[in-house]
């Protein structure tokens, strides 16, 4: 089954400090990967997503991610974080065969110190 | 466009108690889909349609949900002789069929069962 993991669950930067923020999955191929992010009261919005080509992928907002299939990671990025960033981070994966069925990582809360 | 609209944002109710959500998806787009997401955790897949069609259920949804997209437009979620276990966020989301993979979430419904 596929899964997952976002092993930080809450993550304090200072702003303008860069930020990386870890997603790693488990499945048998190589899904297509998403980052969403979420504010408090806000719908989830996309800030980017993989499917396949270039492993670096740009995103809105600024950030990016990378994929590395050796780690079976997509590590999202932001070389200067803003205090409006501060947000609940989700990654998450669809077979690429069948892309319905999303599965989320449980999410990286992200606080940006003044 | 003016996204993904859901009604009511909070619904508190009392536990034996049936609750209906709404979903109004952005207007082209014919995919439409309900998640849950309980507190600290990502969003979980509960179903999926196409136009009015219902194409998958996640076993999470038990046979107390019943969802409705009657004339491929808006959504309905009932929740029959709640739980306390159901409290958590329902969240809607909508696509294209030829870029399901770009979902657009709503705001979400909270529901708290007492």
């Known amino acids: 089954a596929q899964s997952v993991t976002q092993p930080d669950i809450h993550i304090t930067v200072s702003e303008g400090a860069s930020l990386e923020l870890r997603c790693n999955y488990s499945y048998g191929a190589t899904p297509y990967l998403f980052w969403y992010v979420q504010s408090p009261g806000q719908g989830l919005q996309l800030l980017l997503k993989y499917f396949s080509g270039d492993t670096l992928v740009q995103g809105i907002k600024g950030f990016e991610a990378e994929f590395k299939r050796s780690q079976s990671s997509f590590n999202l990025r932001k070389p200067s974080v803003h205090w409006s960033d501060a947000a609940e981070y989700f990654c998450?994966?669809?077979?690429?065969?069948?892309?319905?069925?999303?599965?989320f990582g449980p999410g990286t809360r992200l606080s940006v110190l003044p | 466009d003016t996204g993904v609209s859901q009604d009511p944002r909070h619904k508190i109710t009392k536990r034996g108690q049936n609750v209906t959500f709404r979903c109004d998806p952005i207007?082209?787009?014919?995919?439409l889909y309900w998640y849950r997401q309980t507190l600290g955790q990502g969003p979980e897949f509960l179903t999926y349609?196409?136009?009015?069609?219902?194409?998958?259920k996640s076993r999470l949804l038990s046979d107390r949900f019943s969802a409705e997209r009657p004339k491929g437009s808006f959504s309905t979620l009932e929740i029959q002789r709640t739980e306390q276990g159901d409290s958590a966020m329902y969240l809607c989301?909508?696509?294209?069929?030829?870029?399901?993979?770009?979902?657009?979430f709503g705001p979400g419904t909270r529901l708290t069962v007492t």
């Open positions: 989301a909508s696509s294209l069929t030829v870029s399901s993979y770009e979902q657009y």
């Open positions: 998450a994966v669809a077979p690429a065969d069948y892309g319905q069925n999303f599965v």
């Open positions: 349609f196409q136009n009015e069609a219902q194409l998958e």
């Open positions: 207007s082209e787009h014919n995919r």
